[in-house]
């Protein structure tokens, strides 16, 4: 039930119900996993903490050293294989990290070169057994993309190790909502998050961001094997899973080009498996003419423009149903400007409300462009830019908020365009790019959140953050900004004050207990594999988050399947992780 900064996704009413009141009783089948006490920032034990995957060879290399004040200001790496000490080093002053409320010091031994397994020393503490590999994250791509196959609805889906479950939702129907009526057959998407819904607007950024990442890196996933069933066939294997998505959001389309806003029950289901879940799965729309909503159309238009270049090579035919439903989008948002989804009475699922749909419109309008070159769409992209007396401003973009995509989808056509435009872009992106650089110099722990980005899905912003600095990084070919972006990588893999890796099944401690209704209803002690905490959220919003001593904003996370607001999954935070992977591995 992933959401954004400012909108709680779940009715404050219905969440209450389903946490048994204002306490932390808990929804039959959910167990109490994790502690109510966050450990305070004054006792956190020391440490040295790691990306638990391990570093590339030629890329900066750091870690974090939680130490108090020791006077040893030395540190030595030592190999794993042999026992022998191949680095010394000095650490960097001790400083106070705002975000962790940690004293620490930086281990810098981006001169360590050789590929192996090593052990870092400093202050009387080891870290983790890292390597430094030029494959080091190979199989964290596959894994983290494969999450999506475990997300797939209408199928059978055989991860291995157990995490296998047959076909589900395999029926739906439309709401009165929708201003239809009847069965409609039910085929694709993803479930979203911890919840077996699907809903247009963080499918489109979800998706969109899989395929950019295609975009910029199929020489590597071109002969990516995924070990799905479509494997083994003309289209890729990353392709493929995309597809899967794709043709949900496809049917989610009316007659008139409209599409509507999500497919979901009438409230969540219980911590069932998916399929045990016998709630009508709906679509639902406004409630009122013309039932579809405008953001949910401009960003399904931009999404279907990328596909018709993507698939083309492969499937044409269907690339081409892509492009003709891009086109009858555009269409539809353009007539239709300001249609705005708030849940209609009696819905209490995720809303993914956003009062502001222009953005996705104009990535519509780009993208369009960008695939058909007509231009119709590029006046429309250009009659939005902002004027040349008013600065332009690029953001890491997020489900609410994809502006900054739509610059960037005019400034990456290699041919076409006006330069002037193009070159404003892309200085606009290096100066964003600029401060995230400072942040993570900043930061005790690398990465490139401020203290407000702390909010729910904070990993989310944090890879998003490192998916703004890799199109800098294409813009100006500047290896900083590259390796800022794995910092967060780092960050996410164990480089944090909690010492989790917070991916399931990647590295040496990954967190355990997701709000996913998989993972606790399956019986089996680990979750399902590949997938992103939503992480460290200093807001709150669900009843044991809101239970935790307050404490500096990273320290506000917990490993507890009850908590929604900290520990959810959700597809938009493992595509940018996706991309940043793609990107480490190429």
């Not at 002053?93 to 981006?110: L, Q």
């Not at 006006?418 to 872009?425: A, F, G, L, M, N």
Request: hydrophobic content about 40%.
């Amino acid at each position: 039930m992933a959401i954004g900064q400012y909108d709680f996704k779940m009715n404050r009413r219905h969440l209450l119900r389903l946490m048994g009141g204002a306490g932390v009783a808990l929804h039959p089948g959910v167990q109490a996993i994790g502690q109510l006490a966050s450990a305070s920032s004054e006792d956190a034990p020391g440490g040295v903490f790691v990306n638990q995957l391990g570093y590339l060879p030629a890329n900066t290399k750091q870690a974090t050293v939680r130490c108090n004040d020791a006077s040893d200001d030395h540190f030595q790496i030592r190999s794993v294989q042999n026992n022998r000490v191949v680095f010394r080093g000095r650490l960097g002053g001790a400083v106070t990290d705002t975000a962790s409320g940690d004293r620490v010091r930086i281990a810098e031994f981006s001169k360590l070169h050789a590929a192996g397994t090593y052990q870092i020393e400093a202050a009387g503490f080891k870290s983790d057994a890292l390597s430094i590999a030029p494959h080091a994250y190979a199989n964290a791509l596959k894994v983290t993309m494969r999450g999506y196959y475990g997300q797939r609805c209408g199928m059978a889906v055989d991860l291995g190790g157990g995490y296998r479950r047959p076909a589900c939702h395999s029926a739906g129907a439309f709401h009165a909502t929708s201003g239809k009526s009847g069965p409609l057959a039910n085929h694709g998407g993803w479930h979203d998050a911890g919840d077996y819904g699907r809903y247009i607007v963080n499918s489109g950024i979800s998706t969109g961001t899989l395929l950019w990442a295609w975009e910029f890196y199929s020489p590597l996933l071109h002969s990516f094997s995924l070990d799905i069933p479509e494997s083994g066939g003309k289209t890729p294997d990353f392709l493929a899973e995309v597809r899967w998505n794709l043709q949900w959001m496809l049917q989610m389309q009316d007659t008139d080009g409209g599409v509507w806003h999500k497919q979901t029950s009438e409230h969540f289901s219980a911590f069932i498996l998916p399929q045990d879940d016998k709630l009508t799965s709906y679509v639902i729309g406004t409630g009122s003419e013309p039932y579809k909503s405008t953001c949910a159309t401009g960003g399904f238009s931009a999404v279907m423009a990328i596909a018709a270049r993507c698939y083309e090579p492969y499937d044409a035919a269907f690339a081409q149903q892509c492009l003709a439903a891009a086109r009858q989008a555009w269409a539809w948002a353009n007539k239709h400007p300001d249609v705005i989804f708030e849940n209609p009475p009696g819905i209490l699922t995720g809303e993914y409300g956003d009062k502001h749909c222009g953005d996705e419109v104009v990535w519509a309008s780009a993208e369009l462009w960008r695939t058909t070159g007509e231009a119709e769409f590029e006046q429309a992209f250009l009659a939005k830019m902002p004027p040349r007396d008013v600065a332009l401003t690029i953001s890491a973009p997020e489900w609410a908020d994809v502006i900054s995509m739509a610059y960037w989808a005019y400034a990456l056509e290699p041919k076409r365009g006006k330069p002037d435009v193009k070159e404003r872009i892309r200085s606009a992106t290096a100066k964003a790019a600029a401060l995230l650089i400072e942040r993570s110099k900043d930061s005790g722990y690398g990465n490139t959140l401020a203290l407000a980005d702390y909010v729910w899905g904070s990993n989310g912003v944090a890879g998003n953050q490192s998916l703004l600095l890799l199109v800098a990084d294409h813009f100006h070919h500047d290896k900083t900004m590259r390796n800022v972006a794995l910092n967060n990588l780092h960050y996410m893999l164990g480089r944090n004050c909690h010492g989790v890796s917070w991916v399931t099944h990647l590295g040496v401690r990954p967190f355990e207990h997701p709000h996913h209704r998989p993972s606790v209803a399956d019986n089996i002690a680990a979750p399902w594999p590949g997938l992103l905490s939503g992480g460290p959220n200093s807001h709150g919003g669900d009843a044991v988050a809101n239970a935790l001593p307050k404490q500096p904003p990273m320290r506000m996370w917990l490993d507890d399947e009850r908590a929604y607001s900290l520990n959810e999954i959700a597809i938009n935070w493992n595509a940018p992780l996706v991309f940043l992977l793609a990107a480490a591995n190429s």
